[in-house]
C-alpha cells in the first residue's frame, strides 16, 4: 500500500515541479496523471504484468480506494463554499438558472458530438466491437 | 476537565473537523446507497450540508474546520493521479476513442463556457460576475486561476464550480437513460467535460469505463478551458 502511495506522491510531486517550473496551464496533478500512464506502459514493455497483478498491486489498491471514494474529497471545498453564498447575492437565480441551462446543454452536446463522429469514424473504420 | 476546557482542546485540534468530516461523509454514502445509488441523493451535497449545519451550529469558522479538513482535501492531487490507473487500465478503448472524444472536447468546452455566460449576460448579470461564471465546468483550481486573471471573483468561481459539479452529478443519469444512451464512454466523457470531478466521482460509481472517460475527459477540459476563456474575454 505504502508503495502505491508513494508512486502517486512522487507523480503529483514531478507533474507540479514541471507546471510551475515551466508555468504551464495544465496542473500538476494531470502531468502526474500522464506521467504515470506513461510509467505503467514502459514498465509492462520492461516486465511484462497482466491486469489482475496490477489490482492486486499496492498502486492498484491505493488507486481504487482513492477513487472509489473521490466524492468524498471535494466535501471540504463544498463546505467552503457555504461560507460563501453570500457572494451569489442578487444575482442568485439568474447564476442558477445559467448552471442548470448550461450543464443540461454541455450535457448533451458532449454526448451528442461523442457519438455522431463515433458513428461517422466506424462507417470508415468498422468492426468497431465497442 | 469542565465541558467547555474539553471543547477548547477539541476545538484546537485538527482531529474533530477530520472526524466530523468523515462521519458526515459516510452518513451521506449511507442514504445515497440506501436509495440504490439515485442521482437525487448526491453524497457530496448531503455531507456538505450536515457539515456547514454543524459548523454554524457550534459558531465555528471555516479556516478552523479546515484545520481538520485539510487532509481530505490534500487526497484530490493524489486521487488526480490515481486516475492513471483506470487510463491504463482501459487503453485500448481510449485509443479507438481518440477522434470522438476530440470532436467532443472541441465542441463541448465552447458550449460549456457560452451558454452559461450567455443565460447570464441575457439575465442581465454584470461582466466581473462573468468572468467568474466562464469556467465554472473546469476543476476548482484552475477555474479559480482563471477567473482571478480575468479580474473575476476567486472564491464566487469556486463556489459556481462546486455548485456545477453537483448538478451535472445529479443530473447526468436520468438524463442519459431519458435518452437511452448505453455508450457509456460517451455518457461519462460528457460528466467529466461538464462536471470535472465531481461528475467523475458520479460516473465511478455507475461504471468504471464511465468514470475513465469522465477522468480524461475533466482533464483535457481543464487545459482546454485555462486557453480558451481568456481568449474569448479579450474578443467580448
Known sequence: ?130 | MTASTLWVYLAATPLLWLTVTLAAWLVADGLAKASGRHALVNPVLIAVVLVALLLHATGTDYPTYFEGAQFVHFLLGPATVALGVPLYRNLAQVRRNLLPMAAALAVGSVVAVVSAVGIAAALGVPRAVLVSLAPKSVTAGIAMGVSEALGGVPSLTAALVIATGIIGAVMVTPLMNALRIRDYAARGFAVGLASHGIGTARAFTVDPVAGTFAGIAMGLNAVVTAVIVPLMASLV
Do not use: Y
Open chain 1, 1 to 130: 500500500m505504502i508503495n502505491g502511495l508513494l508512486l502517486l506522491f512522487a507523480c503529483q510531486l514531478v507533474g507540479e515541479i514541471a507546471a510551475r517550473g515551466f508555468s504551464l496551464p495544465v496542473p500538476g496533478p494531470v502531468l502526474g496523471l500522464l506521467l504515470l500512464v506513461a510509467g505503467l506502459v514502459a514498465w509492462n514493455r520492461a516486465r511484462p504484468f497482466d491486469d489482475a497483478a496490477l489490482q492486486a498491486s499496492g498502486l492498484g489498491r491505493v488507486a481504487s480506494g482513492l477513487l472509489g471514494s473521490l466524492a468524498l474529497l471535494f466535501v471540504p471545498a463544498g463546505v467552503g463554499v457555504t461560507q460563501h453564498l453570500g457572494l451569489v447575492g442578487e444575482h442568485g437565480p439568474a447564476l442558477g438558472l445559467a448552471l442548470v441551462g448550461s450543464t443540461l446543454a454541455t450535457l448533451l452536446v458532449t454526448v451528442g458530438v461523442f457519438l455522431a463522429v463515433k458513428r461517422l469514424a466506424g462507417r470508415v473504420e468498422p468492426g468497431d466491437p465497442s
